[in-house]
Each structure stands twice: as structure tokens, then as C-alpha cells.
């Protein structure tokens, strides 16, 4: 089985981290969004969409991403980092947009992420340690739960 997670993490890092601690629990490959189009997406049993949320969604670069190359595949996976905890909420438009296009979506995934934006900068940022060693244990758990769920539904 091979997964793919494409991530747009602009801001701190933060989402990247997340995905980078996926990878260790599951054969994923990690690719930045810029770089993408260096991957054969073909090749991909699962591929998974992560980013930053900014301004209640995920970077508009990875909407316009999965409108022009991702016609192809099926099954799919969404997760972020946010200031906020309203994962689902913050995950909704991507994982929207996937089911418009009849994408599979084994599962998302969100936890709170160091947010230097605005008037937080001035405290030095909300979510200070985030992600933390917690953060990055359930996001192992979630990439190890999208495995199964792709094996049960191929079996
Ligand atoms: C321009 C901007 C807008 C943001 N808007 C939101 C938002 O609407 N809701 C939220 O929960 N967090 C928001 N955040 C916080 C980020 O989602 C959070 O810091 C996230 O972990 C950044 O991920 P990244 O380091 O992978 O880019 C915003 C941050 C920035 C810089």
C-alpha cells in the first residue's frame, strides 16, 4: 500500500510536523504542495490533503490543486492545524469539495498548532507547544486508522 499526504504548512511549520509523524507510523510519503506535480499521483492507493487553517479553511492553493489534477483517484484523507479546536468545522469545505468530486474520505484529522497571527503575535502566539508529543501520538493514531480502513474496504 502506498498513501501520499500533500502539505501546504506556511505559517509554522505546524502542519508539516504533523505529517512528518504520520509518516514514521505508516508507508506515507510526505510532499509539499509546491512539489506535487512531481509525484505520480497514479501511483497511490490513498492520498491525503493537509494544510494550516486560514481564515476558517485550508489554503486556497490546495482547493485549486485538488480542481485541477485530482480527477483521477479515489481515496482520500483531510487533516489540519489550527488555532482553533473546531476541527470538523475547520476541516468541512476540503473535505466538501472531495465529496463533490466522489472522493472516498477514510477520515480526517485536526489539532491545535502554534498561531502567531495577528494580535497573538503579541503574546508571543497562542498553542505554544503545539503540535506536542500528544498531538503527534494521535496523529500516528489516525494515519494508522485511515490503513485500516482502506484494507477493510478493499477486502
Ligand atoms: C493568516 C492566518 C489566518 C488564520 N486563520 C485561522 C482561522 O481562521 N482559524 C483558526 O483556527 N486558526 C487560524 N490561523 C492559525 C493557523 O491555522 C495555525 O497557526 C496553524 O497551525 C498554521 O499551520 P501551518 O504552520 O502548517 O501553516 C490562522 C493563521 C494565519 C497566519
Given at each position: 500500500?502506498?498513501m501520499?499526504?500533500?502539505?501546504?504548512?506556511?505559517h509554522?511549520?505546524?502542519?508539516?510536523?504533523?505529517?512528518?509523524?504520520?509518516s514514521?507510523?505508516?508507508?506515507?510519503t510526505?510532499?509539499?504542495?509546491?512539489?506535487?506535480?512531481?509525484?505520480?499521483?497514479?501511483?497511490?492507493?490513498?492520498?491525503?490533503?493537509?494544510?494550516?487553517i486560514?481564515?476558517?479553511k485550508?489554503?486556497e492553493?490546495?482547493?485549486?490543486?485538488?480542481?485541477?489534477?485530482?480527477?483521477?483517484?479515489?481515496n482520500?484523507?483531510?487533516?489540519?492545524?489550527?488555532?482553533?479546536?473546531?476541527?470538523?468545522?475547520?476541516?468541512s469545505?476540503?473535505?466538501?469539495?472531495l465529496?463533490?468530486?466522489?472522493k472516498?474520505?477514510?477520515?480526517?484529522?485536526?489539532?491545535?498548532?502554534?498561531?502567531?497571527f495577528?494580535?497573538?503575535?503579541?503574546?508571543?502566539?497562542?498553542?505554544?507547544?503545539?503540535?506536542?508529543?500528544?498531538d503527534?501520538?494521535a496523529a500516528?493514531?489516525?494515519?494508522e486508522s485511515?490503513?485500516?480502513?482502506?484494507?477493510?474496504?478493499?477486502?
Amino acid at each position: 500500500m502506498k498513501m501520499l499526504a500533500i502539505v501546504k504548512s506556511k505559517h509554522n511549520d505546524n502542519t508539516m510536523k504533523i505529517a512528518e509523524a504520520m509518516s514514521e507510523a505508516a508507508p506515507l510519503t510526505v510532499a509539499d504542495l509546491k512539489d506535487a506535480l512531481y509525484y505520480n499521483l497514479n501511483e497511490y492507493d490513498v492520498i491525503g490533503f493537509g494544510s494550516g487553517i486560514y481564515f476558517g479553511k485550508h489554503d486556497e492553493e490546495l482547493f485549486e490543486f485538488i480542481n485541477k489534477y485530482c480527477s483521477h483517484f479515489t481515496n482520500t484523507f483531510v487533516f489540519s492545524t489550527s488555532g482553533s479546536k473546531n476541527y470538523k468545522k475547520n476541516n468541512s469545505a476540503l473535505v466538501k469539495l472531495l465529496e463533490s468530486k466522489n472522493k472516498t474520505i477514510l477520515g480526517s484529522f485536526g489539532c491545535r498548532g502554534l498561531d502567531k497571527f495577528f494580535i497573538f503575535a503579541l503574546l508571543g502566539g497562542i498553542n505554544k507547544n503545539h503540535p506536542d508529543t500528544d498531538d503527534f501520538d494521535a496523529a500516528q493514531q489516525f494515519i494508522e486508522s485511515i490503513v485500516n480502513r482502506y484494507n477493510q474496504l478493499k477486502n
